[in-house]
Every structure is written in C-alpha cells, then in structure tokens.
C-alpha cells in the first residue's frame, strides 16, 4: 500500500514563504563544501612553489637519508686502512667495537703486508695493499690503481664502483661500503643490531654467549672475589663506555624530574590564582580582567622561549627546564582551571552559603568538589605532555635527556644511540600515559556516581 502527498499552489507558496531558509539557501549553504576544498586545493599548490617543495624534494640526499635509518638498527665498524711505509696499518674509530689485537673475520691480513676486508663473503670483498686494491663483486675481479695524487677506476666497472673525483668508492648495499683514496682505505662494514650494548670491550663479559653470561650469573665461580657476577655485569652494564647507560638513564630521571616539579609546580600556583580569575568566585572585574591577562601572557610564550630564557639566566641545566614548565604550565592551567570554576552548579554553593558559612568554607565545600577532579585530570595530562616537552627544551640547554640526545645527533656517527634514547623515551611516555589516563578514569568515573 503506497501513499502519497500533494500540496497546492498556496500551501507550497505559504510553506515558501515561511521557511524560505530551507527551499531558497544561499551560496555558501549550497557550495560551501565545494568552495573550501578548491581553496584548499589551491593553497597547497602555492604553498609548493612558494616554499619550493619541488626542488626540495628533488635536490634531497636520500641516499644519506636512508643510511640514518639503517644506522638506527645496526651499527658501523669504521677502520681506516692507512698506507704507511708500505703496509697497510689499521686505525679505529673511538668507539672501540672490537677489543686490540681481536681477530677480526671479515678483516684479515694479507702475507704482502696488505689486508683483506670482506663484505658477506670472499665473493665481495676488497684485497688492499698500498698501490693496488683488488676489488671482487660478485666473485669479479676489477683492480683499481691508488696512485700518488689520484685512484683510478678500473674501464667498463659496474655500477657498484663509481669514481668520485680523486678517490673511487665501493658499494656493497647493507653489507657496507668503502672509498679507496692516495692514503687510506676507509671501511664501512654494517652489521645488524647494536655493537657491545650490555658490554664494552673493557668488560670481562664481553663477547660471551647468552648461555655463558647465565652459566656465569647463577653458578660460576666469580670473575671478581670482592662481588658478584651479577653484581659485576651491572657496574660493567651502567659503566659501558660506548653507550654510556648509567649516564642516559640519569638524563632520563632528570628529564622525568623537570617535568614533575614544574607541573607540580605550575598546579600549585594556578590552583588558588584560577579563583581570583574566575568572575563567580571574586567579584572584582579588576583582579579578574588582571589574573585572566596575566595567564595570557604566560602561556602565550612557547615553553621553548622560556627555556632559552631561562638557560641564558641561569646557565645550562634542570632549572631552567622546571621553570620554564612552572611559567608555561602556570598560565595554561590556570585558564582552564578559572574556566572550570566559572560553570560550577550555584546550587551548591548557595546551600553551603544558606548555614551562614565563610567565602573560604563556601570554596572549600561547595565549589571544590566539583572542580577537584577535572582540575586533577588536567593535571595529569599537562604532565604527561610535559614528559615529551622536557625532551624538546632539554635540547636547547636545559638539561636531562634532550641534551644528551642532541650531542648523540651532532656526532653524525651515533644514530643507533639516538635510537636507544628515542626507545626509552618512548617506553616511558607510553607507561606514563597509561598511567594517567587510569588515574584520570578513576576520577571522573568517580564523578558519575
């Protein structure tokens, strides 16, 4: 059974006539949408020549890009192959992944005074003496001639070998690469993971096996008669020179201090300030027009200023960090405190008023409990967003782990300890997140019974 319905010329001009909003939009009700994503559209496209996104892209070194990331999950060993009187003389880098004298599989000498440095397998590798380098890819032999002012490549090389003005360089894809140059062969030898991380060469639990640190932990005789070996793998662990952890994780805690104090802080002067901001609670227009401009002034200044400020006052450390929290904070919960206090139910207040109770018993028993648990929620959100914050400032001076992660990045070499500090920060961001929002929960679950 179908129906249907009819109107007549006056009813549809009567209809017309009283709702014209709905059968005669405008423009913008009709293409509005349409309008703001050409708009949009239109505002990327001169974005992209205006900032040259374009070039930008085309000019970029991804190569060098996506050495980084290859950094950040493995790890590098770095000789330099120097020709000196006739030999070939092996240096290192100061990051000591192999202990002196050590045995080396994949760099062995030659009986010619050269030396052997091979990539994978003896398919690829590079046979080295002071005026030849024999380079195999793939199991081909193309030699390159080190002369005395230039390296010359070898005719019709692949592309894996490439002359770079003076000096020729080797690829060998993840396995490494290296530049043969007058006076040197510097090596580029990557392995997967991170190289000595719970031990540096120093250590006598060095380059043991999972099963023998375990062996040595539970049951072994002890490697040092003044403690014990589990004892001895923690001091060698926080005392490891190559990844230095007894100093991150200090920058770490102080980095987790900076951002506690300067909450805290920032909540203990917001708290009784909001009330002076909030209209309903102090009625002068004066001190509620100076508080609520007070808290502008504060908040409109990025924490990353104040920390500059406060770094150049100070010097380098955790105090400027917490101040620089403190002022931010300060303003930023202040303003939502006064703004929570300015739509509390009245009816409470004036129930706490109609006893003849004081304005500071009123506050204290008919305004605070129901501003309490927001004013605790946001709270704990302002410090688990400080925890990343105090990273950024830490950056420019102010101490804890952003300091110490901005020198692992100017070094250029130590991309797999900027990925071991970017990891703990991100642990303790994730637990501190879910920390407070269970406690935010548990509080305005609270609110709701």
């Known amino acids: 059974m179908s129906t249907s319905f009819v109107i007549n010329g006056a009813d549809r001009e009567r209809l017309l006539s009283q709702y014209p909003q709905v059968f005669q939009q405008g423009f913008m009700r009709r293409y509005g949408l349409f309008v703001g994503l050409v708009a949009a559209i239109a505002y990327l496209v001169i974005c992209f020549f205006a ?37 070939v003389v092996p240096q290192w880098t100061s990051r000591g992944q192999y202990p002196a004298n050590a045995n080396i599989s994949w760099l062995q000498p030659l009986p010619d005074g050269g030396y052997s440095v091979t990539y994978g397998d003896q398919q690829n590798r590079i046979d080295i003496t002071p005026t030849q380098a024999n380079v195999y890819v793939d199991g081909t032999l193309y030699p390159v001639t080190i002369g005395a002012d230039r390296v010359t490549a070898p005719a019709g090389a692949p592309v894996q070998i490439r002359q770079d003005e003076n000096k020729v360089v080797v690829e060998y894809g993840f396995a490494g690469q290296a530049e043969i140059r007058t006076s040197q062969l510097y090596v580029q030898r990557r392995f997967l993971g991170w190289a000595n991380f719970f031990f540096d060469t120093r250590s006598q639990f060095w380059g043991k096996s999972w ?37 991150i994780l200090s920058k770490l805690l102080q980095t987790l201090v900076m951002a506690f104090l300067g909450t805290l802080l920032g909540t203990l002067f917001a708290f009784p300030l909001a009330f002076i901001a909030a209209r309903n609670i102090t009625a002068n227009k004066a001190a509620n027009w100076g508080m609520k401009r007070l808290f502008d002034f504060l908040r409109s200044i990025d924490m990353l200023i104040w920390a ?3 770094t150049r006052s100070f010097g380098p450390g955790p105090i400027p960090g917490i101040a620089a929290i403190f002022f931010t904070d300060t303003g930023a919960l202040g303003k939502v405190y006064a ?35 927001v004013f605790i ?49 991100l642990i303790v961001v994730f637990l501190f997140d879910n920390m407070s929002n269970a406690i935010r929960s548990r509080l305005i679950g609270k609110t709701h019974h």
């Open 339 to 373: 703004e929570a206090l300015e739509n509390v139910d009245d009816k409470q207040r004036e129930g706490v008023k109609s006893v003849g109770a004081s304005p500071m018993i009123v506050n204290r028993f008919g305004v605070i409990p129901q501003v309490l648990p």
């Open 308 to 310: 500059l400020f406060f």
């Open 377 to 425: 929620s946001q709270s704990l959100y302002f410090w688990e967003s400080n925890t990343r914050s105090a990273t950024v400032i830490g950056a420019v001076g102010a101490g804890g782990i952003g300091l110490k992660l901005l020198e692992a990045m100017r070094t250029n070499q130590d991309w797999d300890k900027v990925a071991y500090m970017v990891l703990l920060i």
């Open 211 to 247: 099963g023998d640190l375990a062996a040595l932990a539970l049951w072994q005789n002890r490697v040092d008669p003044a403690q014990s070996n589990i004892s001895k793998m923690a001091d060698d662990f926080l005392g490891n020179d190559a990844w230095q952890h007894e100093d």
């Open 51 to 87: 900032f040259n996104v374009g070039p930008a892209l085309t000019n970029g070194r991804w190569d060098r890009a996506s050495s980084y990331i290859q950094d950040w999950y493995s790890w590098r060993a770095q000789p330099r192959l120097r020709f000196d009187d006739g030999k």
